[in-house]
C-alpha cells in the first residue's frame, strides 16, 4: 500500500512541475499549420525586446501575422503586425516594411551566437530600430552575431519551421501567399 502512496505522490509533483512549466512567462508558443513552436525566451539577455515580443502576443497582434521573408538555409522572417496581418489589412507589397505602434528598441546585443533554431529581431540599418518583427534561424548565422538582438531559442517543434513556405531566392525571400503564425501566447 505505501507502494502506491509513493507513486501516487510521485505522479503529483511530476503533475505539478508539468504545470508550472506550462505556465512559464518566458516562454512562447506559436501555432503553424504544421504544428506548435515553443521558444524559450531569454529575458536575461534581451530584456526590452522579450517584454515587447509579450506584450504583442499577450495582445494578440502576432495572430494571423504573415512569414513574409523566408530564405532557404537562413531564416523565416515574421511579425510585421502593421501590414502583415492576414486577416486584417494584409499588404503584401508592404509586408516587411512596418511594425507596431509602439517604439522602436534599443539594441540589446549579445554574445549568444546565431544558430539553427535562434530567434532574433529584425531591424533597418539603425541598430536601434527594432520594433515587432523577428526571424527564426533555419541554419547558422554567425555573421549576424552581435549585430541583431538575439531574444529566444525554439526548444521544440522546429520540424515545423522547417516546413514554413518559402520565399523567392531572387527576390530577397519574399514570400506569395505566405504561411502565418495562425496563434502566438506567452506562458503555454
Known amino acids: 500500500m505505501n507502494i502506491f502512496k509513493t507513486l501516487a505522490a510521485g505522479l503529483l509533483v511530476v503533475l505539478g512541475l508539468a504545470g508550472q512549466a506550462a505556465a512559464d512567462p518566458n516562454t512562447l508558443t506559436i501555432l503553424l499549420k504544421d504544428g506548435p513552436v515553443v521558444v524559450k525566451l531569454m529575458p536575461d539577455v534581451a530584456p526590452q525586446h522579450v517584454a515587447r515580443i509579450k506584450e504583442l502576443a499577450r495582445k494578440g497582434?502576432?495572430?494571423?501575422?504573415?512569414?513574409?521573408?523566408?530564405?532557404?538555409?537562413?531564416?523565416?522572417?515574421?511579425?510585421?503586425?502593421?501590414?502583415?496581418?492576414?486577416?486584417?489589412?494584409?499588404?503584401?507589397?508592404?509586408?516587411?516594411?512596418?511594425?507596431?505602434?509602439?517604439?522602436?528598441?534599443?539594441?540589446?546585443?549579445?554574445?549568444?551566437?546565431?544558430?539553427?533554431?535562434?530567434?532574433?529581431?529584425?531591424?533597418?540599418?539603425?541598430?536601434?530600430?527594432?520594433?515587432?518583427?523577428?526571424?527564426?534561424?533555419?541554419a547558422p548565422g554567425d555573421f549576424l552575431n552581435g549585430q541583431y538582438t538575439v531574444v529566444g531559442k525554439v526548444v521544440s517543434g522546429m520540424e515545423n519551421v522547417?516546413?514554413?513556405?518559402?520565399?523567392?531566392?531572387?527576390?530577397?525571400?519574399?514570400?506569395?501567399?505566405?504561411?502565418?503564425?495562425?496563434?502566438?501566447?506567452v506562458g503555454k
Request: net charge negative.
Open 61 to 138: 497582434a502576432y495572430d494571423n501575422v504573415a512569414f513574409h521573408r523566408v530564405i532557404a538555409g537562413f531564416m523565416a522572417q515574421t511579425g510585421d503586425v502593421q501590414y502583415g496581418n492576414m486577416s486584417k489589412n494584409f499588404q503584401p507589397d508592404m509586408a516587411g516594411m512596418g511594425g507596431s505602434e509602439l517604439p522602436d528598441l534599443p539594441a540589446e546585443f549579445s554574445n549568444v551566437p546565431f544558430e539553427r533554431g535562434v530567434i532574433g529581431m529584425a531591424r533597418a540599418q539603425d541598430p536601434n530600430s527594432a520594433n515587432s518583427q523577428f526571424f527564426i534561424m533555419f
Open 162 to 185: 522547417d516546413k514554413i513556405k518559402l520565399g523567392d531566392q531572387n527576390d530577397n525571400g519574399k514570400v506569395t501567399d505566405p504561411d502565418r503564425m495562425l496563434k502566438v501566447t
